[in-house]
């Protein structure tokens, strides 16, 4: 069954990091791309960050440049985002979704998402 | 860096109704790029048209895209219930893929 299955939600203080992680089936993971787009309370989606699992290739969004980390693991079929130095501002709920392409610059949509994890910053 | 405004904020229209959703790229883009999604409240986005007028399969033909310079348009020629929804436009430039702001349509 083609699906991404992410981590559970998470609590965590502000400072703190968060590593949320999407576990990919149903397809060969190392073909697409993953992505991670974060949705904040009553907002809309905001797209933070793409690995290519085939070359460990990664482009984040200027905004989140040096403070998330994308990896993927090809021997479990998992890609990791890691958040660092937690603000409230990043409660949210982090979706990951595969990419269409197999490289950053053949990517064209998102077409599989998974069910989205709740990250909850507070002191 | 590319920019998409979509308009309106919120659309409220009736069952049955055509629903015509526009975006707006801030300088020239290209169009293969361009794709829209659907969100209901509680889930994940789901992908609609990419490459501004490529229906997903599956997705239902009353789901159209057009485009016209840096305009893009999702039309939904007759509304049923579950289209009620938050539709995005987005774009995947050579260095960042942003948003629209969204548009809601709701029930009239």
């Known amino acids: 069954q083609l699906q991404l299955v992410q981590s559970g939600a998470e609590v965590k203080k502000p400072g703190a990091s968060v590593k949320v992680s999407c576990e990919a089936s149903g397809y060969t993971f190392t073909t697409y791309g993953i992505t991670w787009v974060r949705q904040a309370p009553g907002q809309g989606l905001e797209w933070m960050g793409y690995?290519?699992?085939?070359?460990?290739?990664?482009n984040y969004a200027q905004k989140f440049q040096g403070r998330v980390t994308i990896t993927a693991d090809t021997s479990t079929s998992v890609v990791y985002m890691e958040l660092r130095n937690l603000r409230s501002d990043d409660t949210a709920v982090y979706f990951c979704?595969?990419?269409?392409?197999?490289?950053?610059?053949?990517?064209?949509?998102?077409?599989?998402w998974g069910q989205g994890t709740t990250v909850t910053v507070s002191s | 860096e590319i920019v998409l405004t979509q308009s309106p904020d919120s659309l409220s229209l009736s069952p049955g109704e055509r629903a015509t959703l526009s975006c707006r790229a801030s300088?020239?883009?290209?169009?293969?790029?361009l794709a829209w999604y659907q969100q209901k409240p509680g889930q994940a986005p789901r992908l609609l048209i990419y490459?501004?007028?490529n229906r997903v399969t599956g997705i239902p033909d009353r789901f159209s895209g057009s485009e016209s310079g840096t305009d893009f348009t999702l039309i939904i020629s007759r509304l049923e219930p579950e289209d009620f929804a938050v539709y995005y436009c987005?774009?995947?430039?050579?260095?960042?893929?942003?948003f629209g702001q969204g548009t809601k349509v709701e029930i009239k």
């Open positions: 300088q020239n883009v290209n169009s293969y790029y």
């Open positions: 690995i290519s699992v085939s070359t460990g290739n990664t």
């Open positions: 987005q774009y995947f430039g050579s260095s960042w893929w942003p």
């Open positions: 490459g501004a007028s």
């Open positions: 979704a595969r990419g269409t392409g197999t490289f950053f610059h053949t990517t064209r949509a998102f077409d599989i």
